[in-house]
């Protein structure tokens, strides 16, 4: 093994540098301070191996950015700071084959795999019952916010009754990963020991002083040579719970072997242990010498050992966490040795195990590596991206391009989306692709159902922005199901002797009851970037077909509920809902759930047509009422409403909410009493409006654009609960509603069409204003600005954590690895434009519907992307020229 040493860089495979970054004390830096510390040591372990990804916290010198994740600071690059990225990928967990069978009669097993950072679990498979060949399929996609060793792979059989146990592992190192880049691989399962299973690092600091002692009456000295040890470790694994750690420490020799112990730490996987240790080596020496050097060939036989516990109160003892062996002649003439130690296994710790007999497991990994520069270098490239959605057509913008030449739509949606949101560009660009892809669309029944550039898009932002919308939405209910076990199978082949099929058809249609409900209530709560965009599919879809009525809810309902509610209820784990997979019999009733909601938000005419199971059918008689269908139109009408757009372009408003409530008088006349009385309240997306009763003209009438906030009104304004006001350029209408549920609704759909405005109020007066000043704060100003922060009402807006160079450079991989594409693509655009005869087959693949602007936007593109390919190659040739080869101690 190889320490990590201050100002010292360990090249390892594929050009990875390697090392740690220490403060002027030795101990590894914080974020904040790797940031300032000077001189800066380069760590490069960025690797991504499908569930790996780096973010990085680079900063231009005099400009210091935080990110929550490792930062990494890089070799100097013209005076900048440039640091490596690793971009997630999925790391797809195949199938396992020939796993030893069970001890017992039934011989077979019910396993799931683990993905491991070291020894942190990060991904769980769904249990594979009653198999010895389990098959997985299961894509996973993770960052990784820290260092790691080892990317780990554990098969678990599942026990029901004590502690899963574990059948065989997988652990591929850092630096190995490249060797299965995106390649299937089987690997050998290898034995699991707690003697093996070790992560963490050990920070030592050894030195060596000589005392010499004269004996007065012999002729001779002796050289007394302490040994000083200070401990400190990080990263230290969790065991059942719990990490009380303490080190034991050993002085090795050919005749002796003389141990001590540190105090024990609790509750900590990071001990300060700071112990100094003093062990005696004796030898004589002669006077004759002028200095009293210490000999090679004694500190060459000696080593210290230092071995990591974990204090257990179980009777089965202490648990082992690792150890590190260093021989004292790392000491040399200088007689000071500060490192940080990996740890490592204990040796001849496991037990002996055939490795043909644990089984095998296939992966699929891929490892990628970027290196970020700073901003002004992707200025070029970046701006091509963001102008996409101004140019016509949009087939020939450098966005649309961009998917075009990717191998999946999937690689390129995911840095386009990031970097899109990021810069608030992402409603016009995917408004124009879905427009393109609509009009490209022949039948209304196959709108947006391909794996198009339009479709991963959307899927992707709903994925990064509805992430919270799910969490409130969903989580209660889904939790619910997960622990409560309730019998929902209706299929009478699989029902269970002890199950009643009627009990399970009522039980099953009480949960999908409750989750529909709870999602075609939930439209203010869903993201305003995911409403623009839904507008935009309805406007496009219905100005595409006009002739059909309901393609204007189809186009939405076709990513709100295909692939959004119906995806979270049937893998809840994937959408972050729970943390594992769901136990074979509650899948099976998120399964049945998920088919229902999809059915009835499809609205399709024939409902029982959608099934091929006669079971499901059937049972979705139950759901072949009317108001279904009201309340999955309602609720479409709300999320497609956008407060971006000119409302007026639709023909007919839509009508949100409606119903009674008391208003107080407004004062638009001088000398009108301001009393109140009760009003129909009537909501559009165009206007919030309110009448005598129900039915006739409005008496008042407020464009959504002229409300400014919806904020509740305390109630010693009125002496009267429930108020809550509507505020205006001009004034503020007072309104009480109902009761208390009510009026929360109606402030969450008024702040929800309205919270786009322009000149929406940052402050507000939380009382009224009477006899000559506000109540709140007695300012006597009718026209003064608010004493109180407005609320803003829902979470509509989510802020990610997007660093839009790191995406510009993913943006830059990809067309790099697809330049043979884009030189064909030009070779397309250059045939089109002379040749007026039928596509040739290998021009066929692309969309190009102005050739010579697609032709123009690709050269551009092979520019911008040439010149980063030129900083690219300067960075790892000044790289290769300032990095210094670092230790090469290997110890055993």
Same mark, same amino acid.
């Given at each position: ?71 990494? /600071? ?5 005076? =900048? ?65 820290? &260092?790691?060793? @080892? ?32 390649? /299937? ?9 707690? /003697? ?17 002692? %004269? &004996? ?7 050289? @007394? ?48 242990? %700071? ?63 500060? #490192? ?48 996409? #959605? ?84 969903? $989580?209660?209910?889904? %939790? ?14 699989? *029902?269970?002797?002890? =199950? ?31 409403? /623009? ?21 189809? #186009? ?60 499901? #059918? ?64 009537? *909501? ?74 322009? $000149? ?55 067309? &790099? ?26 021009? &066929? ?30 960075? $790892?040739?000044? $790289? ?13």
């Amino acid at each position: 093994m190889t320490p990590t040493h201050p100002e010292e860089v360990i090249h390892l495979e594929a050009g990875i540098t390697v090392s740690v970054l220490l403060t002027e004390s030795g101990s590894p830096a914080d974020n904040e301070v790797l940031l300032e510390q000077t001189p800066t040591v380069l760590v490069n372990t960025c690797v991504t191996a499908h569930v790996c990804n780096y973010t990085i916290a680079k900063a231009p010198i005099g400009e210091k950015r935080h990110r929550e994740t490792e930062s990494v /600071d890089a070799p100097h690059h013209k005076g =900048e700071h440039i640091g490596p990225v690793g971009v997630s990928q999925p790391l797809c967990v195949r199938e396992a084959k020939n796993i030893p069978p069970y001890p017992g009669p039934n011989r077979m097993r019910d396993c799931y795999c683990t993905v491991n950072l070291d020894q942190e679990e990060v991904f769980r498979t769904k249990i594979v019952e009653k198999s010895l060949c389990p098959f997985y399929g299961e894509d996973f996609y993770c960052e990784i916010p820290r &260092s790691f060793r @080892h990317l780990s792979f554990y098969i678990f059989d599942r026990d029901v009754f004590r502690r899963d146990s574990s059948i065989g592992k997988v652990a591929v190192k850092k630096e190995d990963l490249q060797k299965y880049h995106g390649k /299937d691989t089987w690997f050998q399962l290898q034995p699991v020991s707690a /003697d093996s299973e070790v992560q963490g690092k050990v920070h030592l600091e050894l030195r060596l002083s000589e005392v010499i002692t %004269d &004996s007065s009456t012999h002729t001779h000295t002796h050289t @007394h040579t302490h040994t000083h040890i200070v401990l400190e470790c990080q990263g230290l694994p969790i065991v059942n719970g719990q990490c009380d750690p303490y080190a034991a420490v050993s002085l090795l020799g050919p005749s002796r072997s003389e141990a001590k112990k540190t105090k024990v730490k609790r509750k900590t996987n990071n001990p300060q242990f %700071d112990e100094v240790f003093y062990f005696e080596v004796t030898r004589p020496l002669s006077y004759t010498k002028r200095q009293f050097d210490v000999e090679e060939e004694d500190v060459d036989k000696l080593a210290l050992r230092v071995d990591l516990w974990n204090a257990s109160n179980l009777k089965f003892g202490d648990e082992f966490l690792g150890g590190v062996r260093v021989p004292l002649r790392v000491l040399s003439q200088a007689g000071v040795h500060d #490192a940080w130690y990996f740890l490592q296994p204990r040796e001849n710790g496991g037990k002996s195990v055939k490795v043909e007999e644990l089984g095998s497991l296939r992966l699929n990994i891929v490892y990628t590596e970027d290196h970020v520069f700073p901003s002004e270098h992707y200025t070029p490239l970046r701006d091509l991206l963001l102008h996409s #959605a101004n140019v016509e057509p949009v087939s020939a913008s450098t966005a649309h391009i961009l998917g075009e030449v990717c191998r999946e739509k999937q690689e390129a949606a995911i840095p386009l989306v990031r970097l899109f949101l990021h810069y608030g560009k992402i409603v016009p660009f995917i408004s124009a692709i879905a427009h393109a892809e609509v009009n490209r669309t022949q039948d209304p029944n196959t709108i947006f159902r391909g794996n198009s550039l339009t479709s991963k898009c959307i899927d992707e932002t709903m994925k990064l922005a509805g992430m919270h919308y799910l969490q409130v939405t969903l $989580k209660p209910i889904i %939790d619910e199901i997960c622990t409560e076990h309730k019998p929902c199978e209706i299929d009478p082949v699989k *029902l269970k002797e002890s =199950e009643n099929l009627d009990t399970n058809r009522e039980n099953l249609r009480q949960y999908v009851d409750r989750i529909f409900n709870v999602i075609t209530t939930s439209g203010v709560r869903c993201p305003t970037v995911m409403c /623009d965009i839904f507008f935009s599919l309805r406007e496009s879809a219905a100005t595409r077909f006009q002739v059909d009525q309901d393609v204007r809810y189809t #186009a939405v309902s076709s990513f709100i509920f295909l692939r959004f509610f119906a995806p979270a209820i049937l893998s809840p784990n994937l959408f972050h809902l729970r943390p594992h997979h769901p136990d074979p019999a509650t899948s099976r009733t998120l399964t049945l759930i998920s088919k229902t909601i999809q059915t009835l938000g499809s609205l399709a005419k024939s409902k029982s047509a959608n099934f091929k199971e006669s079971y499901m #059918a059937a049972f979705y008689d139950y759901f072949n009422e009317q108001k279904y269908a009201d309340a999955v139109k309602n609720f479409l009408d709300l999320i497609s409403t956008s407060g971006k757009w000119d409302q007026k372009s639709i023909e007919t408003p839509i009508m949100l909410k409606e119903g009674f409530m008391i208003k107080r008088a407004q004062g638009r006349n001088r000398f009108g009493m301001k009393n109140f009385k009760k009003r129909w309240f009537r *909501l559009t997306n165009h206007e919030f409006t309110y009448h005598k009763t129900k039915g006739e003209g409005a008496l008042c009438s407020i464009p959504i654009e002229n409300i400014l906030a919806v904020e509740r009104l305390e109630e010693e304004s009125f002496k009267m609960k429930n108020m809550f006001q509507v505020i205006q350029p001009e004034r503020a209408l007072y309104i009480q509603a109902n009761n208390c549920v009510e009026a929360r609704d109606w402030i969450d759909i008024l702040t929800k069409v309205s919270q786009c405005n322009r $000149k929406r109020l940052s402050t507000y007066h939380p009382s009224a204003y009477l006899n000559g000043h506000w109540l709140c704060c007695k300012v006597s100003a009718d026209t003064a600005p608010g004493c109180t922060p407005c609320t803003g009402g829902l979470p509509a807006n989510i802020q990610l954590d997007v660093d839009g160079d790191r995406e510009t450079e993913r943006i830059y991989s990809l067309f &790099s690895t697809y330049m043979t594409k884009l030189i064909k693509m030009q070779e397309a655009c250059g045939s089109k434009s002379v040749y007026d005869g039928p596509e040739q087959e290998e021009y &066929s693949s692309f969309v190009i519907d102005d050739p010579q602007e697609t032709y123009k936007t690709l050269k551009q593109i092979v520019s911008a992307v040439q010149t980063l390919e030129q900083q690219h190659t300067k960075y $790892k040739r000044d $790289k290769f020229k300032k990095t210094k080869i670092g230790s090469q101690y290997v110890i055993t």
